[in-house]
């Protein structure tokens, strides 16, 4: 039996895949699940303008996307626990592919690609043992499993890639669930969060968690610096009256050091940060969809600005800066002094927004 190295080298060695490519179908520059008023769920395509290049249906729904680093292809993960992920050809619509998790497995919603395309890395959880799993499919092969790694913890949540790397970054929660209970959390008195660097064969490269005495920040959501930092967002289950910062900077250096946030501003979020993004070299920008805050924060010099949108939650690199979504329908781009807003739909965007071509 091949090892599981020789499996993945094999799979990253395939021949080159083909199709369309971004260019052949309006030229997207972001992707964001979606609710119709009807009640459907779809995957749309945002140029940068705010305006849809497209949207295709979803079975259920959708919480983030993958999106192909050169062909026209995005894979839509359930929310959890959600069991499905389906791979969407953009420039028909067509589901190409539906990959379904293991038995005794669940997806947790997000996902990343290899720098070359022709893998795809999943954040699952082991239904019987609570132990955090990596999938290893062969996108390059029909989306075939070809490999199961750890993901060094509980709860791994989102998953992304390092720019110019190999190197996976997972933030792992800390949080058990089980799909009988729904969406209770089972171990919040224990749960033990980091953020975990590896590369695709599952070497742990570096581990980093916050002190003791906020083991209950749950790391969910991460976006990397071109440098190889790492932008973090938490979600706190301790005492809501003493709740930390939960939004954080990861350097190889540093470790894990949470940014500074004003307990008049905390008192407002309910301990929730949505989603993350790295805009430019040294700005991050945090949504907290409870309170209708994004806060675009300078991580060199700790200036935040403050954006006030109703359920603001996705957000996404742009060149100009980046992108946001809101539940109510908004796009808004994220600029220096603000937000402005592009444009106005009759939807219900989810809770995240993936930028195409992010990453090299």
């Known amino acids: 039996m091949p090892s599981r190295r020789k499996v993945i080298s094999g799979a990253l060695a395939a021949a080159t895949l083909s199709g369309p490519l971004w260019a052949d179908v309006g030229n997207p520059t972001h992707l964001s699940a979606a609710r119709t008023p009807e009640g459907a769920y779809i995957l749309c395509g945002l140029r940068a303008d705010g305006s849809l290049a497209f949207s295709v249906p979803l079975p259920d729904r959708g919480h983030a996307a993958a999106a192909h680093p050169s062909l026209s292809q995005a894979v839509a993960f359930a929310r959890r626990p959600g069991v499905f992920a ?26 990343a690609f290899s720098r070359d395309g022709k893998t795809l890395f999943t954040t699952e959880n082991d239904i019987d043992t609570g132990a955090g799993r990596i999938g290893v499919w062969d996108a390059a092969d029909g989306y075939r499993r070809i490999a199961d790694l750890s993901s060094n913890g509980i709860g791994p949540h989102e998953i992304i890639r390092l720019p110019n790397s190999d190197i996976l970054a997972i933030a792992n929660g800390g949080i058990r669930t089980h799909p009988a209970s729904g969406r209770d959390k089972l171990n919040v008195d224990t749960m033990q969060p980091n953020l975990t660097l590896m590369d695709a064969e599952g070497r742990v490269r570096d581990t980093a968690v916050l002190p003791a005495e906020l083991h209950q920040n749950s790391l969910r959501h991460i976006a990397a610096f071109p440098d190889g930092r790492v932008a973090c967002a938490f979600q706190w289950q301790g005492d809501p009256f003493a709740a930390p910062s939960i939004a954080g900077v990861y350097a190889p250096e540093d470790g894990l050091q949470l940014a500074p946030m004003s307990d008049q501003t905390l008192r407002g979020l309910d301990g929730y940060a949505g989603s993350v993004a790295v805009l430019g070299t040294e700005h991050m920008a945090v949504t907290f969809p409870r309170g209708g805050l994004m806060q675009r924060i300078n991580v060199k010099t700790d200036e935040t600005l403050d954006l006030w949108r109703g359920d603001v939650c996705g957000v996404a690199p742009a060149r100009w800066g980046g992108l946001a979504t809101d539940g109510l329908g908004g796009v808004q781009r994220v600029e220096a002094h603000g937000f402005t807003k592009v444009a106005q739909y009759n939807l ?13």
Do not use: E, M
Request: glycine fraction near 12%; aromatic fraction near 8%; charged fraction near 10%.
């Open 86 to 111: 389906v791979v969407l050809d953009c420039a028909t619509g067509i589901s190409q592919h539906r990959i379904q998790a293991p038995a005794g497995r669940h997806f947790y919603g997000h996902g």
């Open 348 to 360: 219900a965007f989810d809770n995240h927004l993936v930028a195409v071509g992010a990453s090299s």
